[in-house]
């Protein structure tokens, strides 16, 4: 009659950019390529394929956490993971079938509203299409109706809980201080239990103003306090302990144990968190100290008998309700001597937009669809799949006749537009603590795009009166004044049509070959015709192509041209062509070129071009820093190869300043550093792996006391490492394969830094370990060269910390 369920709340705030719908490269997330992929490295990855290890640390087993627990995963964090993780997303859908068979038919994942909207400040229609969509994304990733659906910050009022149930939720998770009053369902009487006076043990039941139910789980406050922000993840076993002091013996019935968290607490907030959870739970479950469940098998099993009343309008990370996403109330992270007072003038410039673009949607769909609101709550299966036939056949479902191509751009258009304007109010964007930060201007940039389409829509100029309400919100940084030129500084410049992506696509062929239709983010570009000429380091572009959104379907033939005069001196022109026969001006432009006369071709480039002229500054960020490093490279060998020069020559003296302990001055420190770590990645590039020469790079370090790139020396390791790893796991027999890998892992140990070896070990662990048991070195006839691949095998288990079976 004992219970433990943890649940595991998985979210990131959406990253792309609006109009590319791609996460651009954040260099604060080095050296991972943006925040997803950190997080994913630190903690969705390592959920999936989580340690027990032995007394000498030493891996036993790999778990998958998620088929133990109870989870969400935002919706647009699943979007990301399916495209750029798959194997996590697979192991996060394998988990929820593995939970099924263990909690009586029951998987342990459960939906989200959409894009982690605060509900209770949202109108109706935002709540319902936030609902909607969250059922049929979860749908279409788990094959399921979902029983529960996580509120984002768990903020609810009771029109939120009126949609979930018309909608078939069963079930949703609050914090005890959302909690009213209660009575049991067999009396009329309630008892006041508010500021978390709930007893969490117990599944409770909401009768609402409609006469339907919905049951209510409150977590255990103190415990979750305890894994969030009182290190508790630092010991699996204080872990286990303090989940099972939540049980009590004074209480009559069965007893749920329950605590709900951030999912981010597992391995990113506290590291190796995610194994200190599987402990846990394997100490529970070995033990027979209680039953490990998941909410949808414990409501089954014990339906409530108590009713309860909530707390309107509250959350679990603001005490004053849902006040930190509309008013400074005084929540925020600390740390700095900022108000919050730009959150409410923020959040009514966004209504305003919304309420603006709502009778826009309304009279333009009308014209095409019957429903508009009921096409914008259905639009989710064109976001889930953007094909030509998914297309056609919610066309075919909604619209009041057959629509011409055009009119398919329109409503496109419009749905977007919807679509951005319910991604603007995305909760992040008023969490933190100022306007400028990456979140909130991440909600201006959705904004940003829903206005830009509704402008194209209706023909109507709607930025002025925005701009006039987005300036009320003030920064607390006086180089940033308002919102209104947060928008003008970074939201606008990154405006994005299709004449930019053309742009971008002849500027960087310059630097890699096209094949004939290529993806550009959610662009498709066909080439129809394309040349490159050279004249040394200078060269030029020319061409013609279609672009298409495959998004909006918006369509374009533009033809280009892009000239680079070398370093960082590019320019290209696009714009509107039929494409179906060859350009005079781009013929004179080519000849002018072909007769190395740069002034003229730069003048008829301007010329032909007019104001559609681009430079590297407007490339797409990726791209930009590629093209970049390529233009650097040159120059930073050069400079490398000087400094190695002065390092070599001036390394004595280096030593014996150091010798001596007088500092060694800032120049040949600086060549030092430089020369070393330059030599250290190229060697760890090298297809051939000379660990001799890297050593003796580590002892020149080492003597000369120079500081190394540790963050990018151990990125580059590693990832060599799980090349290697998974060369071994394809071919195990491969004696060469075998040697390459321990090769590299026996070169670690003597490494001034630790390599993360984990996905390593997850790429070996059953390969080696099968490996291991079919090699036949204990039968009587073992050969020489199996007793020696039994020793290459445990010298790999050794190095890789891995625990091989018992022979």
Same mark, same amino acid.
């Given at each position: ?341 730009? !959150?409410? $003038?923020?959040?009514?410039?966004? *209504?305003?937009? %919304?309420?603006? #673009?709502?009778?826009?949607?309304? /009279? @333009?769909? =009308?014209?095409?669809? !019957?429903? $508009?609101?009921?096409?914008?709550? *259905?639009?989710? %299966?064109?976001? #889930?799949?953007?094909?030509?036939? /998914? @297309?056609? =056949? ?414």
């Amino acid at each position: 009659m004992k219970y433990v369920c943890i649940h595991g709340h998985f979210y990131q705030p959406p990253r792309e950019n609006p109009y590319l719908e791609a996460i651009e490269l954040q260099d604060s997330a080095y050296p991972y390529h943006d925040w997803n992929e950190r997080i994913t490295a630190e903690c969705y990855a390592p959920n999936a394929a989580s340690r027990i290890v032995d007394s000498e640390n030493r891996i036993l087993q790999l778990l998958n956490n998620y088929a133990r627990l109870s989870f969400n995963f935002g919706p647009t964090l699943l979007s990301w993971l399916k495209d750029q993780a798959p194997r996590v997303y697979q192991a996060i859908l394998e988990a929820d079938t593995e939970s099924g068979q263990r909690f009586s038919g029951h998987g342990s994942a459960i939906a989200q509203a959409y894009n982690h909207m605060i509900l209770p400040l949202a109108n109706r229609r935002d709540k319902v299409t936030q609902v909607k969509w969250g059922i049929r994304d979860f749908e279409s990733r788990f094959g399921r109706r979902p029983e529960g659906m996580w509120l984002p910050e768990t903020a609810v009022d009771v029109e939120t809980l009126e949609v979930l149930a018309e909608n078939g939720i069963q079930f949703t998770i609050l914090a005890p201080r959302q909690a009213q009053s209660v009575r049991p369902r067999n009396s009329s009487k309630y008892e006041d239990v508010s500021d978390a006076r709930i007893d969490p043990a117990r599944a409770y039941s909401a009768e609402l103003p409609s006469k339907r139910r919905i049951s209510l789980f409150f977590y255990d406050g103190p415990i979750s306090q305890g894994v969030a922000f009182e290190r508790l993840l630092d010991d699996g076993k204080r872990f286990a302990d303090r989940l099972i002091s939540g049980f009590s013996e004074t209480r009559k019935g069965p007893q749920l144990v329950h605590i709900a968290t951030d999912g981010e607490s597992y391995g990113h907030h506290h590291h190796y968190g995610e194994m200190a959870l599987s402990y846990a739970l394997n100490e529970i479950e070995k033990g027979n100290i209680a039953r490990l469940t998941n909410y949808g098998e414990f409501l089954e099993r014990h339906p409530p008998k108590h009713v309860v009343e909530i707390v309107e309008n509250s959350s679990w990370s603001c005490v004053h309700g849902v006040e930190r996403w509309r008013s400074d109330c005084g929540c925020n992270s600390g740390g700095h001597p900022w108000n919050q007072q730009w !959150r409410a $003038p923020l959040r009514a410039a966004l *209504d305003w937009l %919304r309420d603006t #673009l709502a009778p826009i949607f309304e /009279s @333009r769909l =009308a014209e095409y669809f !019957r429903e $508009p609101w009921a096409s914008r709550d *259905d639009y989710i %299966r064109v976001i #889930l799949d953007r094909s030509e036939p /998914s @297309r056609q =056949a919610f066309f075919a479902d909604h619209a009041i006749r057959p629509l011409e191509a055009k009119e398919q751009v329109t409503v496109l258009k419009l749905l977007e537009m919807q679509r951005h304007a319910l991604l603007m109010y995305t909760s992040c964007g008023w969490f933190f603590d100022e306007l400028s930060g990456l979140e909130t201007v991440q909600v201006i940039h959705y904004a940003g795009r829903a206005l830009q389409l509704a402008e194209e829509c209706s023909g109507r100029s709607i930025e002025p009166e925005f701009l006039l309400q987005l300036a009320k919100a003030k920064s607390n940084l006086s180089e940033h004044e308002d919102a209104a030129k947060i928008h003008q500084k970074w939201v606008k410049p990154a405006v994005v049509d299709i004449g930019r992506v053309a742009a971008h696509y002849a500027i960087s062929s310059l630097f890699e070959t096209y094949a004939e239709k290529t993806r550009i983010y959610c662009y498709e570009a066909e080439r129809v015709r394309y040349s490159v000429e050279a004249e040394g380091k200078i060269r030029l572009a020319t061409g013609c192509a279609q672009f298409r959104s495959t998004i909006t379907e918006e369509y374009s033939a533009l033809d280009f041209a892009a000239l680079h005069l070398g370093d960082p001196k590019l320019t290209a022109g696009v714009r509107p062509a039929d494409c179906s026969s060859p350009d005079e001006e781009q013929t004179k432009l080519v000849e002018a070129f072909g007769h190395a006369d740069t002034a003229e071709a730069i003048r008829l480039l301007d010329q032909a071009y007019g104001k559609n002229i681009f430079s590297l500054r407007l490339l797409f960020r990726d791209e930009q820093r590629k093209i970049t490093n390529l233009i650097l490279n040159e120059s930073l060998n050069s400079a490398a190869a000087v400094y190695r020069t002065v390092f070599e020559s001036q390394a004595p003296l280096i030593r014996f300043l150091n010798g001596l302990e007088i500092p060694v001055p800032n120049a040949l420190k600086a060549a030092a550093e430089i020369a070393l770590n330059s030599q250290l990645q190229q060697y760890l590039d090298r297809p051939e792996l000379d660990t001799d020469s890297i050593q003796g790079l580590l002892r020149e370090a080492a003597a000369s006391k120079i500081a190394l790139d540790s963050t990018t020396l151990e990125y580059k390791t590693r990832k060599r490492l799980e090349k290697e790893a998974s060369e071994f796991a394809a071919n195990p027999a491969d004696p060469s394969a075998v040697e390459r890998i321990l090769k590299l892992l026996e070169l670690i140990p003597a490494l001034p830094f630790p390599v993360i070896l984990w996905e390593a070990q997850n790429v070996c662990y059953r390969p080696l370990i099968t490996a291991f048991q079919q090699n036949g070195w204990r039968s009587p006839d073992a050969d020489p060269i199996a007793e020696r691949r039994h020793e290459d095998l445990t010298r790999l288990a050794t190095q890789l910390r891995i625990s091989l079976p018992q022979v």
